[in-house]
């Protein structure tokens, strides 16, 4: 079965763009013109990932996140216009997986939805280069084969990229990390925002995981550097 991607914009000829070239690598389309009728086509035909324009009528792409996210860890893409980085910064915090500047290439596009699909599919690639053992750091328990993740026994929800960040730093505790070094190890190529879309990635984190900024067990920011998962795991 081909994979199915919700494209979401007002735009009818951006849809029609969208939608040609992603069937034309073999994926299946669902289209919507507005975040209201996006909600329900995502009910109706549970897509495996979602291309969204933030400014929509009826319901934005914002608030269409928030919706899914309070239920579902799809991976979602937003489209956003170039200027608006606050736009894009508030959809990463609420979970979204990236976000394709317009104007945007649409063969950049589809690799970006390949690129959230493969790390969203369990069992398979997961983080690049990672051996399939769990991961366990203090109270952290990191399942990489389930995509599984707990905290004191407690079930964490994370998304894909978040799950993959997370695993990425807890595997090498100690290591300080740029955040070009982490935006590399989770996707594999950089992109023009790189440092605010994983300072949002890692807040997502840190609030799944209940860890304090001031107090960290888990993530720690090493400033003017990066971020450092703490070698002990359990300890400010």
């Not at 040609?20 to 209201?36: C, H, M, N, Q, T």
């Amino acid at each position: 079965m081909p994979k199915s991607i919700l494209v979401a914009d007002d735009e009818p000829k951006i849809v029609a763009l969208i939608r040609s070239y992603l069937e034309a690598s073999g994926f299946r389309v669902v289209p919507a013109f507005d975040g209201i009728e996006a909600l329900a086509a995502f009910r109706s035909s549970a897509p495996d990932c979602l291309v969204l324009d933030i400014n929509m009528p009826g319901m934005d792409g914002l608030s269409l996140a928030r919706e899914l996210r309070k239920s579902s860890e799809v991976p979602i893409i937003f489209l956003t216009a170039l200027a608006d980085e606050v736009d894009r910064v508030v959809g990463l915090e609420l979970g979204a997986d990236d976000y394709v500047t317009k104007p945007f290439s649409p063969r950049e596009l589809v690799a970006r939805v390949k690129a959230v699909l493969r790390r969203s599919m369990q069992g398979e690639e997961g983080v690049k280069g990672r051996e399939r053992e769990s991961i366990v750091r203090g109270e952290l328990r990191l399942d990489p084969t389930k995509r599984t993740c707990a905290v004191g026994g407690l079930a964490v929800a994370l998304t894909s990229v978040q799950f993959d960040l997370l695993a990425l730093m807890a595997g090498k505790p100690g290591k300080v990390w740029t955040r070009l070094e982490i935006l590399d190890g989770i996707s594999g190529s950089a992109h023009e925002g790189y440092d605010r879309t994983i300072d949002a990635h890692i807040k997502n984190v840190r609030k799944a995981l209940g860890d304090e900024i001031d107090a960290p067990r888990f993530i720690e920011t090493v400033r003017g550097v990066g971020y450092r998962f703490m070698e002990s795991g359990d300890e400010a």
